[in-house]
């Protein structure tokens, strides 16, 4: 079980970005995935999730009304669109599924089968 996350690169401020998050061996369907991202000196954050069956997201306020998540069953494959893209935004950014579930929709003890992440790096 493995998740590659890719689309990651350089894109000037005010930019948009689009990540993908595809399964190697196995499908997504059946899952909850993650997005989070994790910038130099700061821990690991969980910024938005999808549900499996309905494909409700969920999005933390600092990328509410500029991510979108989605996801593509048929290509086992989960996207991140990320338009407006601030300095702030500069990490790597990782998928993961979500395997345990407590209160909190983003709990980075929650989530497993990281993959390799993609830089996201905005600047001018």
């Known amino acids: 079980v493995q998740l590659q996350a890719s689309g990651g690169g350089l894109v000037q401020p005010g930019g948009s970005l689009r990540l993908s998050c595809a399964a190697s061996?196995?499908?997504?369907?059946?899952?909850?995935i993650g997005w989070f991202r994790q910038a130099p000196g700061k821990e690991r954050e969980g910024i938005s999730s999808?549900?499996?069956?309905?494909?409700?997201?969920y999005y933390v306020d600092s990328v509410k009304g500029r991510f979108t998540i989605s996801r593509d069953n048929a290509k086992s494959t989960v996207y991140l669109q990320m338009n407006s893209l601030k300095p702030e935004d500069t990490a790597v950014y990782y998928c993961?599924?979500?395997?345990?579930?407590?209160?909190?929709?983003?709990?980075?003890?929650?989530?497993?089968?990281w993959g390799q992440g993609t830089q996201v790096t905005v600047s001018s």
């Open positions: 061996g196995f499908r997504l369907d059946y899952y909850v």
């Open positions: 993961a599924i979500r395997r345990y579930y407590s209160d909190d929709e983003l709990a980075l003890p929650d989530f497993g089968f």
């Open positions: 999808i549900g499996s069956s309905d494909g409700s997201a």
